[in-house]
C-alpha cells in the first residue's frame, strides 16, 4: 500500500525556471494539501482541495497553482521559480476535510 | 503571524521517564487538534488528536490534554522509548481545511 506519494524527492531549479511536483493517493480520500516546511515555521499550507473538482487558497499560496487532475492526483506547479521557494514540499490527503492527513516523503526544492 | 506556537524547539528525556511537549494556540476558534511525528527524511505521520469538546484523549503510552481556556494542549509520552526520538509538530484545525502547524519540538530520547 504506497499512501501518498510525491515525485520528483529532489530537484534544483535555476530562477525563473519552472517546475510541476506531482502527488498521487491510493487511499481513496477525498482532500488532498499541498504544504511547504521551512526551518523553524513549520508546515504551512499553501493549497488544498477538499473534493475533485475543487481547490482553494491557504496560508502561503503566492507563486503557486495547483490542479486536481482527478481524486487520486493533485499538482502543484511553480510558474517562475524564486529562491524564497526553496522549501522541502508535503503533499497531504485526508479523507474528509477535518480528519487527520497523511503525507508523503517530501520534495526537497532548491532554487538557485 | 504565527497562530500554534511550540516554544521549545528541542526536548531530551532519559528512557523510562515522561515526555511531555507543549504547544499553545492564539485563535479561539481552532476546534480540533493533533499531534504528528516526523522522522528525518519522511512525511509527519498522524499520533494521537483531540477534540475541543475533550480534555484529555489516550492512546497507549500517548496522551493528549487540552486546556480550552489557557489555549494550551500537551502531549505526554510515558515510558518514553529511543524509537520515541523525532520531531514533533502540534497542529490545530480551523474551518475543517485550514490546519495549522507549530514549528516543532526536537525529541531525543536517551537509553
Known amino acids: 500500500n504506497a499512501g501518498v506519494t510525491q515525485t520528483p524527492k529532489f530537484q534544483v531549479l535555476k530562477t525563473g525556471q519552472s517546475m510541476t511536483l506531482q502527488c498521487a493517493q491510493d487511499?481513496?480520500?477525498?482532500?488532498m494539501y499541498w504544504y511547504r516546511q521551512d526551518p523553524g515555521m513549520g508546515l504551512r499550507l499553501i493549497y488544498y482541495s477538499a473534493s475533485e473538482g475543487t481547490t482553494d487558497k491557504g496560508e502561503v499560496p503566492n507563486g503557486y497553482n495547483v490542479s486536481r487532475l482527478n481524486k487520486r492526483e493533485f499538482s502543484l506547479r511553480l510558474e517562475s521559480a524564486a529562491p524564497s521557494q526553496t522549501s522541502v514540499y508535503f503533499c497531504?490527503?485526508?479523507?474528509?476535510?477535518?480528519?487527520?492527513?497523511?503525507f508523503g516523503q517530501g520534495t526537497r526544492l532548491t532554487v538557485v | 503571524d504565527q497562530q500554534v506556537k511550540q516554544n521549545s524547539p528541542s526536548l531530551s528525556v532519559q528512557e523510562g521517564r515522561i515526555s511531555i511537549l507543549n504547544c499553545d494556540y492564539t485563535?479561539?476558534?481552532?476546534?480540533?487538534f493533533l499531534w504528528y511525528k516526523k522522522y528525518p527524511a519522511e512525511g509527519p505521520t498522524f499520533l494521537i488528536s483531540?477534540?475541543?469538546?475533550?480534555d484529555k484523549n489516550e492512546d497507549g503510552r500517548f496522551t493528549v490534554f487540552l486546556n480550552k481556556s489557557a489555549k494550551h494542549l500537551s502531549l505526554h509520552i510515558v515510558p518514553s522509548q529511543p524509537g520515541d526520538s523525532a520531531v514533533y509538530f502540534c497542529a490545530a484545525l480551523y474551518n475543517n481545511n485550514d490546519m495549522r502547524f507549530g514549528a516543532g519540538t526536537r525529541l531525543t530520547v536517551k537509553p
Open positions: 483531540i477534540s475541543s469538546i475533550k
Open positions: 487511499m481513496n480520500h477525498n482532500s
Open positions: 497531504a490527503s485526508s479523507y474528509a476535510a477535518g480528519t487527520e492527513a497523511f
Open positions: 485563535n479561539s476558534m481552532f476546534d480540533y
